[in-house]
C-alpha cells in the first residue's frame, strides 16, 4: 500500500485493490501529476498476479471534477498538441484486468470520461454526471463525445455535450451509463462486493471475457464474434477451463489456478 499524492490505494487479500482518488481541496479535479499516479497505480494492480479486479473510486462529494480547468487555463495550441495533451488518459481504458468505477458526488467532464473509461460503474444516490465543457468554451477531450454517444444513444448525448446540463444517477440508470443506483453510503462496499464476486475466477478468463465485451465497441457484429469465438475456443488451452467444466461435473467447487 504505496502512499500517494493524489491516491489511497489498497490491495486486499482477495483479489481486489481500491484506488481513491485523493485530492480533496479541488472536488478531485484530474491534473497531470494525480493521472500519472492513476496511472501508475493501475499498471501496477494490472502487473500484480494477487490483483483480480480493482476499484476506483472518489470521496462522497466527487468522483472527480474533471480535467484541471487551472492548469490547463493558459495553454496554448502548440503546447497542448505538442505535449498531446489528455491522450495519456487512455491507458486507464488498456489497462486489461476489470475496473469497477463507484461514482458518488460530481463526475463531470474528464470525471465522467475517466468513469466511461472503466469497465462496470455503481453510482451512489448523489451522483451528478456531465459534460460541462463547452461552458467553458471548449469540448471534452477524453471520450466525452464518443464513449457516451456509444452508451447512452447520440440524442441525449448531443444534448448532454451540446447544453452541458448535469443528470443524475437515476437518468444515468435508465440509459445504461451506470449498472445500478445504491445509497450513497454503501456504493464503495458494492462495488468491493461486485470485484469480489469478479476475483473468484481464473485471471486469464477473466481479461479474455473484458477484453471480447470491449471489442464489440470497436468492431463490426461479425467481426466480434469471430473475434470472440477465437477467444472462446482460446479458453480451452487453460487448465482452468478444464477445471471449471470437471467442477460442474463432479459437483464440487472449481479451484482456480490462473494457469
Ligand atoms: N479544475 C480545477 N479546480 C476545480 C475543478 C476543476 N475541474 N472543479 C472544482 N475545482 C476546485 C474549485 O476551483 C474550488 O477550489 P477553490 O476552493 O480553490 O476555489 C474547489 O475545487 C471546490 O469547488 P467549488 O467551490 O466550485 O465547489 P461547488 O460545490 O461550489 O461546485 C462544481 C462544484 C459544480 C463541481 C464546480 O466546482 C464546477 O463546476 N467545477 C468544474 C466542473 C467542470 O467544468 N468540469 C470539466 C472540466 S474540463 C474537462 O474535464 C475537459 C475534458 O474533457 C477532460
Known sequence: NKTWEYLKTEKRDNGVAVVRLHRPDALNALCGPLMGELVSALKTMDADADVKAVVLTGSDRAFAAGADIKEMKDKNYAEVYKESMLTAWNEVS???????????????????????????????????????????????????????????????????????????????????????????????????????????????????AKDCVNQSQELSLQQGL??????????????????????????????????
Open 226 to 259: 469471430l473475434y470472440e469465438k477465437a477467444s472462446f475456443w482460446g479458453t480451452f488451452a487453460l487448465s482452468d477451463r478444464l477445471e471449471g467444466m470437471t467442477a460442474f461435473k463432479e459437483k464440487r467447487k472449481p479451484n482456480f489456478t490462473d494457469t
Open 94 to 208: 488498456e489497462i486489461r484486468k476489470p475496473i469497477v468505477a463507484g461514482v458518488n458526488g460530481f463526475a463531470l467532464g474528464g470525471g465522467c470520461e475517466l468513469a466511461m473509461m472503466c469497465d462496470i460503474i455503481i453510482a451512489g444516490e448523489n451522483a451528478v454526471f456531465g459534460q460541462p465543457e463547452i461552458q467553458l468554451g471548449t469540448i471534452p477531450g477524453a471520450g466525452g463525445t464518443q464513449r457516451l454517444t456509444r452508451i447512452v444513444g447520440k440524442s441525449l448525448a448531443m444534448e448532454l455535450v451540446l447544453t452541458g446540463s448535469k443528470f443524475d444517477a437515476q437518468l444515468a440508470e435508465k440509459r445504461g451509463l451506470v449498472s445500478r443506483v445504491v445509497p450513497t453510503d454503501q456504493t464503495v462496499d458494492e462495488c468491493i462486493r461486485v470485484a469480489e464476486k469478479i476475483a473468484k475466477f481464473s485471471t486469464p478468463v477473466i481479461i479474455a
